[in-house]
């Protein structure tokens, strides 16, 4: 490492050279060729892969690569995929990087080469954190989405459930990195990989073509770039047989429900240009309070139940933040009533799975709460969000009527109304109808939870902060909503002066001042069916073959739903999932000893 190397920050992986380039603390390595790392991407991977021409005739190629490092190598794709691929081609992209730099490094590394103008912009602007896990970034405007996983390259590759056709494997150099290039790291990308995939590196090192060879790739030697006299291309041998034609990509989705969840699902299914369409009986208006608050479950043993609610928490953040009209506040504080909570608290904050600094231990909370307050886990990047801005963003197409049954015939699935009257017909339908799931996936395990919520206008004042304590209360656009009672099996929907006095008693212990504040003000109010599992988990996956459910959600709808939404899209389409393999076991309707079968109509 050169003596005059500038550091990025303390703890940044990357420093930067003297003559300006970027290379790893880490490693020792550069993130790319001294002489011009554009053209060294577009020579090594862009056509050691054989692209652009491996795009023709695709309406979908995934592309996998180790070492996601700058984003060099997915700029230089997108720039390429924008201007050679099928029009109506959709590119999915999944790369793995144990180390990730910042934005701003990465934006210091891309500006050498602004001919990639707007697909490094693009990539910039949705620059994914530094949480352990997948990140989700969709890229407008260039058919793309991409999945990046920031852990070690073989928990990342055992996890994915893709199938690349093509791979670009930039890893630092196997003599200073030598664990992103064992045989079993090779294996698994072979395992990973579409038939015919090809893969391409700057390196020729014996023990990656040895590594490569014995996954079952062939490898031939190409010219290097630079001061590289060689590089390598492997491709996987064409199967003996001609690979089965891949089912047909659906044309049409159904959702049937109103709320959050099925507005997540019509938003996940556009961005993957499918078209979609709500059905909606308009009758008990979903996600229909005036604030909603989004926050994770958090849990100090850490484990895949806490990973799903971070990931899903990340994702529906940067979702949110992209509609700024429907948020309302920032930040959250989750109130400690024990010790033995505080200390949970402690784990929680010190958990990699969320960003770094967003979540913090309080000693005290009275600064924000304008009230005395004890200890309290902030968590930075909550939100407040205003649900009709979200349902009327995200909504789209949608049909007033109410779904009473489902039949399947040979040209996919038919919706029907009470008379038995077609309202729609679809290839795919998923069933996010709250309070119907029981008519439409008969015997279904689920538990039906009411919930009141109160609330009341307020002029400005401490109650801004949006705090949880057993109960919540949070800020709306002209006051505060509190609440909510939680009564298990109680479909009724009528709102109740009792629930009113219930909501009080609990704000008046979590919030005294605030419930002091409000003394006997009227309040509005609304109750509500939720729907959950008896494992406190979401369900969201396949039911039938076309048939999927997203439901279970509780009480944290606008945390889990976007997320799963693309997880049940992903599904439906055929294409890779957002969710970890052991995140998508933990939601799949298989764990139910359940079944329904379907006949046709």
């Known amino acids: 490492m050169s003596d005059t190397a500038e550091p990025s920050d303390d703890a940044s992986p990357l420093v930067w050279t003297a003559d300006g380039l970027p290379r790893s603390r880490l490693y020792g390595d ?29 309406d979908r190629f995934v592309v996998g690569e180790l070492g996601f490092g700058t984003g060099l190598n997915i700029a230089a794709l997108l720039d390429l995929w924008r201007r050679e691929a099928p029009a109506d081609a959709r590119l999915h992209i999944f790369s793995i990087e144990a180390h990730p730099i910042s934005r701003d490094d990465a934006a210091r590394a891309l500006a050498v080469w602004p001919e990639l103008g707007e697909a490094a912009r693009v990539l910039l602007d949705r620059w994914p954190g530094q949480a352990r896990g ?46 992103m290039w064992s045989e079993d790291i090779l294996a698994a990308v072979a395992a990973r990989s579409a038939p015919g995939a090809r893969a391409a590196t700057f390196t020729v090192a014996g023990a990656v073509r040895r590594g490569l060879q014995a996954a079952g790739f062939e490898i031939a030697k190409r010219p290097g770039f630079g001061r590289k006299a060689e590089r390598l291309e492997a491709w996987l041998p064409a199967p003996a047989l001609p690979a089965p034609r891949p089912a047909p ?40 309070n005036p604030a909603a608050l989004v926050t994770p479950a958090v849990d100090a043993g850490g484990g895949h139940r806490a990973a799903l609610h971070a990931q899903a928490f990340g994702r529906a953040i940067d979702l949110y933040e992209d509609l700024p009209e429907a948020v309302i506040a920032r930040g959250a504080l989750q109130l400690a009533q024990t010790e033995q909570i505080e200390g949970r608290f402690a784990a929680v904050a010190a958990q ?22 004890g200890p309290a886990l902030a968590l930075e990047r909550a939100l407040v969000v205003e649900p009709r801005v979200v349902l009327e963003a995200w909504r789209g197409a949608a049909i007033v009527g109410q779904v009473h049954a489902l039949a399947r015939d040979a040209d996919g699935w038919r919706l029907l109304d009470a008379a038995g009257r077609e309202i729609l017909r679809a290839d795919v339908v998923v069933v996010a109808a709250g309070a119907g799931l029981g008519r439409l996936l008969p015997g279904f395990p689920h538990l039906w939870i009411r919930g009141q919520a109160s609330w009341t206008r307020l002029d400005e004042g401490p109650h801004r902060t949006a705090a949880a304590f057993g109960g919540y209360a949070i800020p709306t656009r002209d006051g505060v ?67 999927f459910v997203l439901s279970g959600l509780g009480g944290r709808g606008f945390c889990l739903a976007p997320l799963l939404a693309e997880h049940v899209v992903a599904q439906a389409l055929g294409t890779p999932s957002p969710l970890p393999r052991e995140l998508s076991r933990l939601v799949r309707v298989e764990r139910f000893d359940w079944s329904v079968t379907w006949s046709g109509a």
């Open 134 to 179: 997948f990140h989700r970034l969709d890229l407008p405007g260039f058919r793309a989405t991409l999945d990046l996983a920031v852990m070690d390259v073989r928990a990342a590759l055992a996890a994915w459930d893709g199938a690349a056709d093509a791979w670009f494997l930039d890893g630092f150099s196997p003599a200073l990195n030598p664990a």
């Open 249 to 288: 990509r659906p044309a049409s989705l159904a959702i049937i429900g109103g709320g959050v969840a099925a507005v997540s699902l019509a938003r996940a299914a556009r961005a993957q240009g499918l078209a979609a369409t709500i059905i909606d009986d308009g009758v008990t208006p979903a996600s229909g």
């Open 352 to 373: 990699d799975i969320f960003e770094p600094s967003s979540m913090t231990l309080l000693a005290s909370s009275s600064d924000r709460l304008g009230e005395p307050g």
């Open 30 to 58: 550069v993130y790319f060729s001294s002489a011009d790392g554009l053209a060294e991407t577009r020579a090594v991977f862009l056509a050691g892969c054989g692209l652009p021409d491996a795009f023709a005739g695709r």
């Open 481 to 547: 909503l509190f609440g909510a009672t939680h009564d298990r099996g109680d479909l009724g929907v009528d709102e109740r002066p009792e629930d009113h006095a219930r909501n009080r008693d609990a704000l008046a212990k979590g919030r005294p001042r605030l419930a002091a504040r409000l003394g006997d003000a009227p309040l509005d109010g609304r109750a509500a069916t939720r729907v959950a599992t008896a494992d406190h988990l979401p369900v969201a996956g396949q039911v039938a073959d076309g048939l």
